[in-house]
């Protein structure tokens, strides 16, 4: 029993050099990687305020564009258009809603 252990002890300390080589660069990878994702974030992040502040002042803008239609639109009245030039239409014509179909007869086809 104890040449046994004593047998995988010695397979170990062979291949010490080798383990510990794997070790030290899996901890070197596992790190680089962290740094990448850790950046990865850090920067989708930074971006994400930036939209949401762009979004911020484009909704500002709209909002800004929205009060001023209101405005010019409440001030269009008949008394402006007549000053534009425009006239009440002496001839009136109205378009039907009725629907315009072809009917056929079962007899005629």
């Known amino acids: 029993m104890v ?3 004593v047998n995988n ?4 300390f062979k291949y010490k050099d080798k383990i510990f ?4 660069l899996g901890i070197v990878s596992l790190s680089f990687l962290y740094i990448f994702f850790l950046h990865s974030i850090i920067s989708n992040v930074v971006e994400r ?3 949401v502040k762009e979004n911020r002042i484009s909704s500002t803008s709209v909002s800004e564009l929205e009060a001023k ?3 010019i639109k ?3 009245n008949i008394e402006l258009a007549f000053s534009k030039g425009f006239k009440n239409s002496e ?4 378009i039907s809603r009725k629907s315009v179909t072809a009917m056929a007869n079962t007899n005629g086809i």
């Open 3 to 5: 040449q046994v252990i």
């Open 9 to 12: 002890i010695n397979s170990v």
């Open 21 to 24: 080589t794997f070790l030290i």
């Open 49 to 51: 305020e930036k939209m």
């Open 69 to 71: 239609y209101f405005v």
């Open 74 to 76: 409440n001030s269009i």
């Open 91 to 94: 001839v009136t014509s109205y």
